[in-house]
């Protein structure tokens, strides 16, 4: 294990309650060895372009995809610092089994959006109720009695096999063109569509994150019950927990991070283990491991990953404190949040870059692991929780600038 691995292994998990401390451990330990069989399988989930039935039962019968859903609910109520590192332990193994594990259990946060009487109806009838969603507001939503009638095409609808309901995000359409609020931003729903009545297509033919099944979803006319719809800017969870008081995209971008930091975790640990035997292609006498420059560069890179895998657990546990007191978040605090998963992001893109760089031209072949991290990655810096336009905003909110609610949820 690389230092970095040792660090991350042990960072920002305050247990609450010796319970929840041995509930999280016994996750960890399922979610360990499914990582193991990702990692030797890796090949076939790329191929497959999406993740294994056995191991997706696997992972399920772990209980992690509960892990931030309410006990009230059947959950382990896990906190959300906990939570991530689960799927930072996901992403160092594959790339895939990560970002399988951020969708998975976002789950936890935000199906506490929709009526009460919806979220205690579907788990009953779905006790592993599996969702996938779209921020994006690809689709139209018309009104009309009692919900709404959508229509839209949907892309990066990660997840795992065989979903109950697909999400969409919509713009509401009134007399024909877009319903605009005051601030001048769209009206906003999302729409929770069984999946019996979408189309999935297939479209993820790409560069990284190839086992993530984030197909493209159409939905054609698909009339949407009200109490299937939520306002994703106003909605607010009604899970009495402190994750579900996190504004949600700011819960995401945590999340989104994790994956980020699982991905240089394993490149680091990988390029430790590579730079004991590999040997300069002009002087097999020379170990890489023995090169001043390259232990520069590890040290460097090491005290990289050690400073933005210590925000992640910081920023974290500090809105975890403001949501168990149940006080309103500030702006600062809400974009801190929200856009350091643009900032980790790069971070770990450098790092990523450096191992794959220093492993040479084994790393050039689609068998390299390394190689594999790195495709990820760069896939993972297109989402849009990664996006830099949150720089801005934040930096409008450290200068006293009035946000709209659009720009703050």
């Known amino acids: 294990m690389s230092a970095a691995g040792h660090w991350a292994s042990r960072g920002g998990i305050v247990p609450h309650g010796q319970q929840r401390a041995n509930e999280y451990a016994d996750v960890l330990q399922g979610v360990r060895r499914v990582a193991a069989e990702a990692a030797r399988r890796a090949a076939e989930i790329d191929e497959m372009r ?82 996938r969603g779209v921020f994006a507001p690809k689709g139209t939503a018309v009104p009309t009695d009692g919900g709404y009638v959508v229509t839209g095409q949907w892309p990066f609808a990660s997840g795992g096999p065989n979903p109950h309901f697909v999400g969409g995000n919509c713009i509401v359409m009134r007399d024909g063109k877009p319903s605009i609020l005051p601030d001048g931003a769209p009206e906003l729903v999302i729409a929770m569509m069984p999946a019996s009545a979408v189309e999935p297509l297939d479209t993820w033919h790409v560069l990284g994150m190839r086992g993530s099944d984030s197909h493209d979803y159409a939905a054609r006319e698909v009339f949407v019950p009200e109490e299937m719809t939520i306002n994703i800017v106003t909605a607010a969870s009604f899970f009495d927990t402190p994750p579900a008081r996190l504004p949600i995209r700011v819960a995401l971008a ?153 720009e703050l949820f």
């Open 50 to 131: 999406s993740f294994p039935q056995d191991l997706f039962d696997e992972l399920e019968a772990t209980g992690v995809f509960k892990s931030l859903t309410p006990k009230a609910y059947g959950g382990l109520e896990l906190s959300l610092g906990q939570a991530n590192h689960l799927i930072v332990e996901g992403a160092r193994a594959n790339g895939s089994l990560g970002w399988l594990l951020m969708i998975g259990l976002s789950q936890g946060i935000g199906l506490g959006m929709f009526p009460e009487k919806t979220v205690a109806k579907l788990l009953e009838e779905f006790s592993d109720l599996r969702t």
């Open 254 to 406: 945590t999340q989104h991070c994790a994956v980020a930091l699982g991905l240089a975790q394993g490149a680091l640990d990988e390029l430790t283990e590579l730079a004991k035997t590999k040997k300069a292609a002009m002087n097999p006498s020379a170990v890489l491991a023995a090169d001043p420059v390259f232990r520069h560069t590890l040290g460097e890179q090491t005290l990289r990953f050690t400073g933005v895998m210590a925000m992640l657990d910081q920023v974290t546990a500090e809105l975890e404190r403001a949501g168990a007191e149940e006080r309103e978040f500030t702006p600062e605090e809400t974009l801190i949040g929200r856009t350091m998963a643009a900032y980790i992001t790069a971070e770990c893109v450098k790092i990523v870059d450096v191992a794959y760089t220093y492993a040479g031209s084994t790393s050039v072949y689609n068998t390299s692991s390394l190689q594999r991290r790195l495709r990820d990655i760069h896939v993972a810096t297109q989402h849009v929780a990664a996006t830099p336009e949150g720089y801005r905003v934040l930096g409008a909110a450290l200068v006293g600038e009035k946000l709209s609610p659009t």
